[in-house]
């Protein structure tokens, strides 16, 4: 089990121009998460999706759009990049349990993107 | 606005002493407060968890005590060792469908040998 990855690692974009971060998990997991980690502020949920076909806002969902066409994968797209993106972006991937309630979530290593 | 505030910023430990990170939190709705344990360049990854229907869960060295009244909630690490150095994450989110995490800033930890 490779559980959650991420590509790419790393990225340097100019402003303006777009990107797709791509989230693979192997655990057939229902929901996925997008966060993105600045120093000082912990973890903000830009994105997520609880399954195949549907996504919702999290905190700071503004200049970014996600897509999960597969179960299996979820996309983070900047459209027209701002240094303010500059961040460390972690996927996440998490089950139901019997009770109908989330579980824990797993993340993935990290994509640290320089928008300059 | 920090739904979920941690402290301290940082903190540094002799090798075989406790750490004590703290949390508070202000939405009622809250009803699962995960702690995450992050080493650098890797992902968080969960450490131990609560529900507000016990007061304090012990796993191994470490252990989280929990106030409902307070809206507080902490991680005890007994017997501090130098690869617990890492950042700490105290996260809290309602068990409702969808499990949005909010996090706090975060603790830097680092236990000297």
């Known amino acids: 089990n490779a559980g959650v990855t991420q590509t790419p690692k790393f990225r340097v974009l100019k402003t303006g121009q777009s990107m797709t971060l791509l989230c693979a998990q192997d655990m057939n997991h229902e929901y996925m998460y997008w966060y993105r980690q600045d120093p000082g502020m912990g973890l903000r949920l830009i994105h997520y999706?609880?399954?195949?076909?549907?996504?919702a806002k999290g905190e700071v969902p503004d200049g970014y759009n996600v897509s999960r066409l597969k179960k299996q994968n979820f996309l983070l797209g900047l459209e027209s990049a701002a240094p303010s993106q500059t961040s460390v972006y972690f996927c996440?991937?998490?089950?139901?349990?019997?009770?109908?309630?989330?579980?824990?979530?797993?993340f993935g290593p990290g994509t640290r993107l320089t928008v300059l | 606005q920090q739904q979920v505030k941690q402290s301290p910023q940082s903190l540094i430990v002799q090798k075989g002493g406790i750490s004590i990170i703290n949390c508070a939190y202000e939405?009622?709705?809250?009803?699962?407060f995960p702690w995450y344990q992050q080493f650098p360049g890797k992902g968080p990854a969960l450490l131990i968890a609560?529900?507000?229907?016990?007061s304090e869960k012990k796993e191994g060295r470490f252990t989280i005590s929990f106030n409902k009244s307070a809206k507080q909630f902490s991680l005890h690490i007994m017997d501090s060792q130098p690869g617990d150095s890492a950042t700490y994450f105290c996260a809290a989110t309602p068990m409702e469908y969808g499990n949005k995490l909010v996090f706090g800033a975060g603790t830097i930890l680092r236990v000297k040998s």
């Open positions: 996440a991937s998490s089950s139901l349990n019997w009770g109908g309630l989330t579980d824990t979530q797993y």
């Open positions: 999706s609880v399954g195949e076909g549907t996504t």
């Open positions: 609560i529900r507000p229907d016990v």
């Open positions: 939405n009622t709705a809250f009803d699962y």
